[in-house]
């Protein structure tokens, strides 16, 4: 027998002493989806930091508007469908609130980025689009309002993973930002990660909110993914008053009315974040903001800007881009989602596109989830899982991330309710923050469970949520126990880490608001089996 050459005993040494470290957190050894399936586990509530969160005054100088004429505010990075481009956007002029209010003309103010790779060498230019949009509404006494002017501007042709400085606004008046930066993403292979992936849901604007992205940013994120409901504007009457809950304090208004201003406080907010780190968003229910001629999601689809045409969508509520070997797939969960359906149907081309030679890890997002166990919202997307989950399975989806449910819950791998090694996880992170009621019931305690009746989407309408017909459960609407598809529920505020750190393990990582930077709450090794799990696994009927 030969002996081993000195450089391929290094190799190995050097790979045992990484994955002997990334076993281990805090001395304590870490799990993985292979240990599984996890006994369920329900942490008890913390009682001493339930409280109300409460949103941040109009007078708080962190949302306050401190440009002056035309310079650009608000200034946001997101990603294109691929590494060598990303979308500036931001805001320039002062949005107009009243019952005479008259739109500004987007044309008025130029959109342009200067860039480069170094400082003080940004020769090069890009020019993009412009627009406003009005919040309006056909009652008298209501105030409406109209924003001030979005850009948003492409860049192209950018190195993977490499820093850029960038300024953005109108050089000709002259009326341009500071100077930002931003780091692509790696290019898509197989060895090709972003470092850390902050995932967060339903944040709001609250000191909750404030506690949720200080603890994010101490984390170092390359990349932010917001799951649904950012400003919560629709928790307001138009006159500025709000409130936890909306139709408790205001049912007899007739129309649900927002306070648009409080997207551009939370703008302002989150720049200091998102003008250097990409944030990804998708809709949530209070995004919906219904207003004149029954028009819905103007804010939304207005002020982020989204890879839709890049990625083969037509529409702002779902698209899809890739971050390294990581393809994402942001779906739409208050659009038409059924089979016959333009999503259905963008989803199931975009799914076959997907090389998983070159992005080993599929991950999909959509607001409302389908596996929480709590009472808030309990099956209220049975609908969307109908329709949907035998594709996403079939194409191996490995993780889905979800919020709407104000609390945190990780689920075993799972598929139709049953425990399947080959069903992705199911992570709710609907927990950043906002002003409304943390979830603490679950539907499996006794005196919870709520009827079918009632759980239905009321925008979406539909009914789909039936007695389950088999297992532990069978013949009932809820269990009797937390199900064993739940594997860690927890009801308080936070984010998550996701670090892929190769072609087969993620470390998932939740961070709780209340414990000191740097502590788990919640930490698991996502492991990926492809050998034993087929991309595209018979769909058992």
Known sequence: ???VPVSVFIVVVFVSVVMRRLSFVNGAAIPSTVDGPFKPVTVPLDKSFRGHAVDLPDNDPRVQRIVKGWEPEQIFVSLSSTHDSVWISWITGEFQIGE???????????????????????????????????????????????????????????????????????????????????RTMPASGPRSYPGRIAIIGDLGLTYNTTSTIDHLMSNHPNLVLLIGDASYANLYLTNGTGA??????????????????????????????????????????HEIEEQIEKKTFAAYSARFAFPSEESGSSSTFYYSFNAGGIHFVMLGGYIDYNKSGDQYQWLKKDLEKVDRKVTPWLVATWHPPWYSTYTAHYREAECMRVAMEDLLYKYGVDIVFNGHVH?????????????????????????????????????????????????????????????????PASGKFCWDRQPDYSAYRESSFGHGILEVKNETHALWTWYRNQDAYGTTGDVVYIVRQPDRCPVEPEVIN
């Open 407 to 471: 609390a945190y819950e990780r689920s075993n791998r799972v598929y139709n309710y049953n425990l399947d090694p080959c069903g992705p996880v199911h992570i709710t992170i609907g927990d950043g923050g906002n002003r409304e009621k943390m979830a603490i019931t679950h539907a499996d305690e006794p005196g919870n469970c709520p009827k079918p009746s009632t759980t239905l989407d009321k925008f979406m309408g539909g009914f789909c949520a039936f007695n389950f017909t088999s297992g």
């Open 244 to 285: 936890d809950c909306y139709s408790c304090a205001f049912s007899d208004t007739p129309i649900h009315e927002t306070y648009q201003p409080r997207w551009d406080y939370w703008g302002r907010f989150m720049q200091h974040l998102v003008s250097k780190v990409p944030l990804m968003m998708i809709e949530g229910n």
């Open 1 to 3: 027998m030969g002996t």
């Open 100 to 182: 005479n209010i008259k739109e500004m003309d987007p044309k008025t103010v130029g959109s342009v980025v200067k860039y480069g790779r170094w400082r003080f060498g940004m020769t090069k230019k890009a020019m993009g689009h412009s627009l406003v949009y009005s919040q309006l509404y056909p009652f008298k006494g209501l105030q409406n309002y109209t924003s001030g002017i979005i850009h948003h501007v492409r860049l192209t042709g950018l190195k993977p993973n490499t820093f850029y400085y960038y300024q953005c606004g109108d050089p000709s008046i002259p009326a341009m930002s500071d100077v930002h930066y931003f």
